[in-house]
């Protein structure tokens, strides 16, 4: 390797080193006590924590929008804290005692027509077989009833953010949906939402034609950018983050290029036609 490649290389693993967030160290990924860590992480940071909040709420808007009754289940909750914004939540993970019940997403165990709201909060990349999950997702919904995630986004700083600065893989020149998994939290692929909803959206709809599309929206970046997310370190003081809150407004018009994360709503058909999701928002091909 020639020497300025292996200066490079050494400088970007040393600055990846230094970013990680201290109270993850010695942690196993999907472990409870990570779960735990970066739950708090969240909680600590009042801009990071908006940006959660913000998402939660679309995620129940949708939520609100499919007819009752019926169970709401998060997929892969983690360290969420949905269930405080709504209580009637079913948390589930795949990992046990981290939430209300043991769920895989590929075979769920509910009635059919018995779901009202599937929720996924940068949980749908992790999922190794997708069409499974739409299968039993087009089987257990109601009518009317949604998939609703937030997922990584494809802008080009996206692509460039999630390939060289997060330890989880970004393929999106992958031709295939699947991927073989050992390891629920870093076997993934985080370009998998685009590859499905996007670029081979043609072949989702005539695979699942029960499902529609009806959200896709970019969602506000430079908070969770700046904050550190979960897994790097926070820079910003406390003090800075009203006045950062402000600039998402002002910088609405770069998510095209900037935006890090989409919202994305999937109906069941039978739905009324007053029955829509959160409304759409601009979306990067």
Same mark, same amino acid.
């Given at each position: 390797?020639?020497? *300025? ?5 050494? +400088? ?38 908006? +940006? ?14 499919? $007819? $009752? ?24 993970? *795949?990992?046990?005692? &981290? ?15 018995? &779901? ?23 089987? &257990?919904?109601?009518?009317?009833? &949604? ?26 020149? +992958? ?44 969602? $506000? ?55 829509? +999701? ?8």
């Amino acid at each position: 390797m020639p020497a *300025v490649q292996f200066g490079s290389r050494l +400088c970007h693993v040393t600055m990846l080193a230094w970013l990680k967030e201290p109270s993850l160290t010695g942690l196993r990924p999907g472990s409870l006590e990570f779960f735990a860590a970066q739950k708090a992480i969240i909680l600590k940071r009042p801009l990071l924590k908006w +940006c959660y909040d913000e998402w939660y709420e679309r995620l129940l808007r949708d939520v609100r929008s499919a $007819p $009752p009754p019926g169970i709401i289940l998060e997929l892969g909750s983690g360290g969420s804290y949905l269930k405080d914004r709504e209580p009637s939540i079913i948390t589930s993970d *795949v990992v046990e005692k &981290v939430a209300d019940r043991v769920i895989d997403a590929r075979q769920m165990p509910f009635a059919d027509d018995s &779901v009202r709201a599937l929720l996924l909060t940068h949980v749908f990349h992790h999922i190794p077989d997708v069409d499974a999950f739409f299968k039993e997702a087009q089987r &257990v919904l109601v009518p009317g009833g &949604v998939i609703s995630m937030i997922e990584v986004a494809h802008t080009p700083f996206a692509r460039f953010f999630f390939r060289n600065f997060h330890p989880e893989p970004y393929d999106d020149g +992958c031709r295939e949906w699947a991927f073989a998994q050992n390891d629920s939290m870093m076997d993934s692929n985080q370009a998998l939402s685009w590859m499905v909803f996007v670029r081979d959206r043609a072949e989702f709809e005539k695979r699942y034609p029960a499902l529609k599309i009806e959200t896709l929206s970019l969602l $506000p970046w430079f908070g969770y950018l700046i904050s550190g997310g979960v897994t790097k370190r926070n820079l910003i003081p406390n003090f800075m983050n009203r006045g950062l809150v402000g600039m998402e407004h002002l910088l609405k018009p770069l998510a095209p290029v900037f935006a890090l994360h989409w919202h994305i709503c999937i109906r069941k058909s039978g739905a009324s036609q007053s029955q829509t +999701c959160s409304p759409k928002g601009p979306v990067l091909g």
